[in-house]
């Protein structure tokens, strides 16, 4: 089955903590990318990748990183987490960024 | 500045009422433009696209949008809503000269039986 896979779903977590958000596809897509979705705010891209080692900025990249070092894979970094990255994350591909984007379940971060 | 834009935040209709969504967009060249659905605590699915031509788009569950240059709009419509089209969706546009996807808010759409 064709999907986008997020892992965890919920995570907890303090202030500073180094975390990772995993995201896998199986669909050879070329292109991916993170969101974090916030109430009245829509989906804000916050990094993609057009292929393997080629990654850019979206339009709210402070306090996260990402990597792309297998095609299936593009996971999210935080490395000091802050109140304010509490949010919804999903993680999307796509065979290219004007084609039908895939998305995952979604991780719902807190950081306290 | 560039951006995409849903003016309504919340919408109600009755179950079999006709339904729009507004969309607008502020680009300088035609954007590829999508609108995704929400349904509660799941991501998101592609309703429709449209790239070129027919400016009338079908797409899935008996949605369809319309495209005008002239207002820069992207609206999406259906003739009949029905309870299960309750969720929030979201108008989006790709800039392929940017590699980049941009959402608008959403709207929330409430469905009264």
């Known amino acids: 089955e064709a999907q986008v896979t997020q892992n965890p779903r919920y995570l907890i977590t303090v202030t500073g903590k180094k975390l990772t958000v995993t995201c896998s596809q199986n669909?050879?897509?070329?292109?991916m990318s993170w969101y974090r979705q916030d109430p009245g705010l829509g989906l804000r891209q916050i990094y993609y990748?057009?292929?393997?080692?080629?990654?850019d900025k979206g339009d709210v990249p402070e306090g996260y990183k990402v990597s792309r070092k297998e095609k299936r894979n593009f996971p999210l970094i935080l490395e000091s987490p802050s109140p304010n990255q509490t949010s919804l994350y999903f993680c999307?591909?796509?065979?290219?960024?004007?084609?039908?984007?895939?998305f995952g379940q979604g991780t719902r971060l807190t950081v306290v | 500045a560039q951006s995409v834009t849903q003016p309504d935040i919340h919408i109600t209709v009755s179950e079999g009422a006709s339904l729009e969504l507004r969309c607008n967009y502020s680009?300088?060249?035609?954007?590829?433009l999508f609108w995704y659905v929400q349904s509660p605590g799941q991501g998101l699915q592609l309703l429709l696209k449209?790239?070129?031509?027919?400016?009338l788009v079908q797409g899935i569950k008996g949605f369809e949008a319309e495209f005008k240059r002239s207002q820069s709009s992207f609206n999406l419509r259906k003739p009949s809503v029905h309870w299960s089209d309750a969720a929030e969706y979201f108008c989006?546009?790709?800039?392929?000269?940017?590699?980049?996807?941009?959402f608008g808010s959403g709207t929330k759409l409430n469905v009264k039986p």
């Open positions: 999307a591909s796509s065979f290219e960024v004007n084609t039908e984007a895939f």
């Open positions: 669909m050879n897509h070329e292109y």
């Open positions: 990748s057009m292929n393997v080692e080629v990654t």
């Open positions: 680009y300088g060249a035609t954007p590829y």
């Open positions: 449209y790239f070129s031509g027919d400016t």
């Open positions: 989006a546009v790709a800039l392929l000269n940017f590699n980049k996807f941009y």
